[in-house]
Antibody, heavy 120, light 110 residues
């Protein structure tokens, strides 16, 4: 069974930083593209970033480019999102998600999310 | 303002057939696969459809997807009370080099 467990969220002041983690199990982590998607309270889904299976290729939404960094440690089955320069509009639940399968890169299976609240 | 356009709400009665539309452009739906997700309040989204019309294992065949040009649709047949959820479409956008989502459709089972 695919399991994705996020952690690292919390309350942070504007301009602050956090590192979100997502521990994967139930599949061969190193074979899949991975994504981060966020959802502000009461709002829709917004894609944040994706990374290829070996970590050599990353892509970001314009709204986070230069502030967020996606990375992975395949030895630890863990996906990361370093979030810097946080703004109030970054307040959201951040979901880690796995690609549908090894040849279909789209967002497939989701974790339960971790809440990031940016407020003074 | 979402890149993909969905109606904010839809409704139907138990047993009915309902469809939810998703409108995009040549840079997203027109040239890439469409995905559909179901999200119940307070839970993570669940993949319903990938590659525009494929169902993952475990998704009932009451759910089906289709795509034509720059639009896509999710159809639900034999509507059940447990189908009452938010539904989101998504696709890769070649111009934005990122995944774009629709704003979501809240389905109410009357």
């Amino acid at each position: 069974e695919v399991q994705l467990v996020e952690s690292g969220g919390g309350l942070v002041q504007p301009g602050g930083s956090l590192r979100l983690s997502c521990v994967a199990s139930g599949f061969t982590f190193r074979s899949y593209w991975m994504h981060w998607v966020r959802q502000a309270p009461g709002r829709g889904l917004v894609w944040v970033s994706r990374i290829n299976s070996d970590g050599s290729t990353t892509t970001y939404a314009d709204s986070v480019k230069g502030r967020f960094t996606i990375s992975r440690d395949n030895a630890k089955n863990t996906l990361y999102l370093q979030v810097n320069g946080l703004r109030a509009e970054d307040t959201a639940v951040y979901f880690c998600a796995r690609a549908v399968d090894t040849s279909i890169r789209g967002v497939g299976y989701w974790g339960q999310g971790t809440l990031v609240t940016v407020s003074s | 303002q979402s890149v993909l356009t969905q109606p904010p709400s839809a409704s139907g009665t138990p047993g009915q057939w309902v469809t939810i539309s998703c409108s995009g452009s040549s840079s997203n739906i027109g040239s890439n696969s469409v995905y559909w997700y179901q999200q119940c309040p307070g839970t993570a989204p669940r993949l319903l459809i990938y590659s525009s019309n494929q169902r993952p294992s475990g998704v009932p065949d009451r759910f089906s997807g289709s795509k034509s040009g720059t639009s896509a649709s999710l159809a639900i047949s034999g509507l059940r009370s447990e189908d009452e959820s938010d539904y989101f479409c998504a696709a890769w956008d070649d111009s934005l080099s990122g995944v774009v989502f629709g704003g979501g459709t809240k389905l109410t089972v009357l």
